[in-house]
């Protein structure tokens, strides 16, 4: 038994039973990943596949109880690797963060910035994607901590924190017609053509929500995972603008009107998430303590300790 044949199984799993998809992640080749997972069956003596011919198309009983075996084993070797530079009093390092684009451009730049003036030595590597693909990273160990506003705590190998609200704001160029309306009701928005956020994106689904429970139809004509994408559009005159609270400056922003919408749109919660089980090295926590000032680590490492809720 191996640790690249326990990867093997983890990420075959992960990948919906995809070896090509397997292959790339651990950068070998699908008979390679095929022969890894078939010694390892047969030093144990259980099918842990289900197969139809050569394909893998899902998870036999047991092999589903050996997957959280592996999994612990795959997490706790990473943990071992943390835990030995920590004790050996290595202060330097890479701190990787996956976030969305409105968190990385908007939340993290003075959080950054503080945490380099604290430790100088750690490399910090700043990822920017889908929350889907945050919660992929964070799961497989490429990043060490996940930020976005959706879908972060959907996954139950991940331990997520409530770190700050907000709400979106309607912005609009200088002497739009809807800066005559107060309060401006979602009729009104719904009026002009909208540019918002991409769906799974900054609390796309709480505008969505609101205008599906209103009954009210809109049209959105652009959709950007970038604030300051649907800013430049708004200006262009392509049509009102949804964006989220710290996206807007209004001394950067020349041009532009912001509206507060928290009347309109359920409030959002920025999460950040760490994986179940992980060992964090003390620049995390420092990290985690700046970005969430009210959380300590012995919260943190009462979460990272608990197990993940099995469904009923």
């Not at 918002?196 to 796309?204: A, E, I, L, P, S």
């Not at 409030?267 to 060992?279: E, H």
């Amino acid at each position: 038994m191996n640790f690249q044949q326990l990867r093997s199984i983890r990420e075959a799993a992960r990948r919906n039973f995809n070896l090509t998809e397997v292959a790339n992640a651990l950068f070998t080749s699908q008979p390679g990943v095929s022969r890894q997972i078939r010694e390892l069956e047969d030093e144990l003596g259980v099918v842990i596949f289900e197969r139809n011919g050569k394909r893998l198309t899902g998870l036999t009983d047991p092999g589903k109880g050996i997957l959280k075996i592996v999994d612990r084993l795959l997490v706790e070797a990473e943990n071992l690797q943390q835990a030995s530079l920590e004790y050996s009093g290595q202060k330097s390092g890479t701190l990787t963060i996956a976030a969305t684009h409105t968190q990385a451009r908007y939340a993290l730049p003075k959080v950054v910035q503080s945490f380099r003036a604290d430790f100088p030595e750690v490399r910090i590597a700043l990822q920017q994607s889908a929350p889907d693909h945050i919660a992929e990273w964070v799961l497989s160990g490429k990043a060490d901590i996940g930020i976005a506003t959706e879908g972060l705590s959907q996954f139950s190998d991940l331990v997520s924190f409530p770190c700050y609200r907000w709400s979106h704001l309607i912005v609009v160029p200088d002497g739009h017609p809807l800066l005559a309306h107060s309060p401006i009701r979602l009729e009104d928005l719904a009026a002009f053509p909208l540019i918002t956020y991409d769906v799974g994106f900054t609390g796309r689904s709480h505008i969505d929500a609101a205008f599906a429970q209103a009954g009210v139809k809109t049209d959105i004509v652009l959709t950007a995972m970038d604030s300051d994408v649907i800013k430049q559009y708004v200006s262009l005159g392509l049509g009102v603008g949804l964006v989220a609270s710290m996206a807007f400056d209004h001394g950067r922003d020349k041009g532009l009107r912001a509206v507060e919408a928290s009347h309109l749109f359920a409030q959002n919660v920025t999460r950040l998430a760490v994986r179940r089980g992980a060992y964090l090295r003390s620049y995390a926590y420092h990290f985690i303590g700046q970005f969430a000032p009210a959380l300590t680590r012995s919260e943190i490492d009462a979460a990272l300790s608990t197990d993940a809720p099995t469904a009923d």
